[in-house]
């Protein structure tokens, strides 16, 4: 049985992605740093081939830890996705370097060294690694640096790592754009947001997205049928970003 590994994996993008997993076949490894939404997804996925790792990834000896958990528990890494994110939205003469550290740490730091304490055991599968960058890698609001230099900073090392690493490990990520997410969170912050009519027309696909749609990229680029495909970043944002908007 194939596993995954996904980081930030217990609420959000990350949870409908490890279920969608489950049900193509796949070992699920779900790494994240909070205990209620891991107790809470624990509790949903109680399936035998899921797995949960407390495992803060902007540590090196966390990671280190949760890659050989893993290996103990499945014996194997096939795929990691590169998930977990945090954001501080903060005006610039208030952003201090702990804001900054943190943010860079968990998003792009994490990434890296999540890739480089697993790329031995999935080459040795011709596995692939997805990152999670974001539209916000290539457009801003305001008061979000850190996050979008870390999303910036996922694409580059995207390509990087798909150059280094490949034959034997595709690599790609995934920039979503307005994905809602709102009910899809630990029971304490669960709460279906209300979408308006203009949130939804002002996307060129006529609605705002689903962690679904993020999850069904990820099985795409995954899938060893497309094994032609790295080094990409896939926008998936309902055409958002395309759109002129003029005031």
Not at 13 to 35: F, H, M, N, Q
């Amino acid at each position: 049985m194939k596993t995954a590994i996904i980081t930030g994996g217990a609420q959000g993008i990350g949870r409908i992605t490890a279920l969608r997993l489950l049900e193509k076949g796949y070992a699920v490894a779900v790494w994240d740093t909070d205990p209620e939404a891991l107790a809470d997804i624990n509790k949903q996925l109680s399936a035998k081939n899921a797995f949960f790792v407390s495992c803060d990834v902007s540590s090196e000896a966390a990671v280190k830890e949760a890659v050989q958990k893993t290996l103990t528990r499945f014996g194997r890494i096939d795929v990691l996705i590169n998930n977990a994110g945090v954001g501080v939205e903060k005006p610039l003469a208030d952003f201090t370097l702990d804001d900054w550290n943190k943010v860079i740490g968990v998003n792009l730091t994490g990434a890296f060294l999540c890739a480089k304490y697993t790329a031995e055991h999935i080459a040795s599968r011709d596995g692939s690694i997805i990152n999670m960058a974001s539209t916000r890698a290539f457009q801003s609001e305001a008061d979000t640096f850190a996050y979008s230099a870390s999303k910036g900073g996922i694409v580059a090392l995207t390509h990087s790592l798909a150059v280094s690493l490949g034959p034997a490990i595709r690599v790609n990520c995934i920039s979503p754009g307005w994905i809602d997410v709102s009910a899809v969170k630990k029971p304490g912050k669960a709460n279906q947001e209300a979408l308006r009519p203009e949130d939804h027309s002002q996307h060129p696909a006529g609605r705002v997205g689903t962690a679904d749609d993020i999850a069904r990229m990820v099985l795409f680029l995954i899938d060893d049928e497309n094994d032609f495909i790295t080094g990409q970043n896939f926008i998936v944002d309902g055409g958002m970003t395309r759109k002129m908007i003029y005031v």
